[in-house]
């Protein structure tokens, strides 16, 4: 009984530790919806991603065979990572009003759709093992409508950001496929691996489509660069580290992504919305936190 006694304390510390190290990090958006199974791990703790989860810096998504998760980032951000993948949310620093922003993600393996949001469209990285994506050009602001600081962004049937960030029109879209390190199988130009033992005319670690917005770049490790400069371009990173250009007016993902629109969500909470409110200070290197 004493012993019992004696280990609520422990349990009570060991639980206390737990969320004091969640809480670590800075919250950064919201999964918008998800499809098991989806993880999110920060350091040594790991949630089961579900609508309404908020995902953090320095959290990686993690999923399963038939997984799938699409996440909102407090810029209006929109990344849908596909199943078998796992993708690191690096950096995150919003500065809705000037170029001191600054989104990083990581993309060890599988596909990811990236759609950048409100802030400066030179501001969104994402690095794979083989090569680093960034978007070429700066939109005029006045095409996206971003969240005021300090208000509460709904995620709901009737309020999912549809006609006012980059879902409907304003960013750039980029899909990227990424083989696992060590993986013998390369992919194909469209982004899958060889079919029923058939090698691929042309072999690639790293596969990305351009499916909208003002142009992306790609530049490998052997700091080879690749523009992607019209919808459907599409160039893959060889194993040597060269770069081969096609066209594709058809996804690379395994997954479809509905008109390129934010989906519903699916579930409900405090009374039928999800709110997500965005702080003051979101990073300590964005001007309002100065």
């Given amino acids: 009984m004493n012993g019992c006694r004696r280990s609520i304390p422990a349990l009570l510390l060991f639980l206390l530790a737990m969320q004091s190290a969640a809480n670590a990090e800075d919250r950064i958006g919201v999964a918008a919806s998800t499809r098991p199974s989806a993880d999110g791990i920060v350091g040594a703790n790991s949630q089961t991603l579900s609508p309404g989860s908020e995902v953090y810096a320095n959290e990686t998504v993690r999923t399963g065979n038939r997984g799938l998760a699409d996440l909102v980032l407090l810029d209006a951000t ?76 709904s995620y709901g049937e009737e309020n999912d950001f549809r006609g006012t960030t980059t879902g409907s029109g304003g960013g ?34 790293v596969v990305v489509r351009l499916v909208k917005g003002t142009g992306a770049n790609f530049t490998s490790l052997k700091g080879k660069r690749a523009e992607l400069k019209h919808p459907n371009d599409v160039v893959c990173i060889t194993p040597n580290g060269d770069i081969v250009h096609s066209t594709s007016t058809e996804s690379i993902l395994e997954f479809e992504v509905a008109g390129g629109v934010f989906p519903a969500i699916v579930g409900t909470q405090a009374g039928g919305n999800i709110s997500v409110t965005t702080p003051a200070c979101i990073s300590p290197n964005s001007p309002s936190c100065q």
Avoid: H, M, W
């Fill in 78 to 153: 929109n990344l849908i990572v596909g199943s078998t993948s796992e993708v690191l949310l690096d950096k995150f620093v919003y500065d809705q009003a000037g170029s001191a922003g600054s989104v990083v993600v990581e993309a060890t393996r599988g596909t990811l759709q990236f759609v950048t949001g409100s802030q400066d469209q030179r501001a969104y990285q994402v690095n794979t093992p083989y090569g680093s994506l960034g978007v070429s050009e700066s939109l005029a602001k006045s095409v996206i409508s971003p969240p005021k600081t300090g208000t509460s962004l």
């Fill in 172 to 205: 750039t879209t980029v899909e990227v496929v990424v083989k696992p390190k060590g993986q013998k199988r390369g992919l194909c130009l469209n982004g899958r691996p060889p079919q029923y033992g058939r090698p691929c005319e042309v072999e690639c670690e």
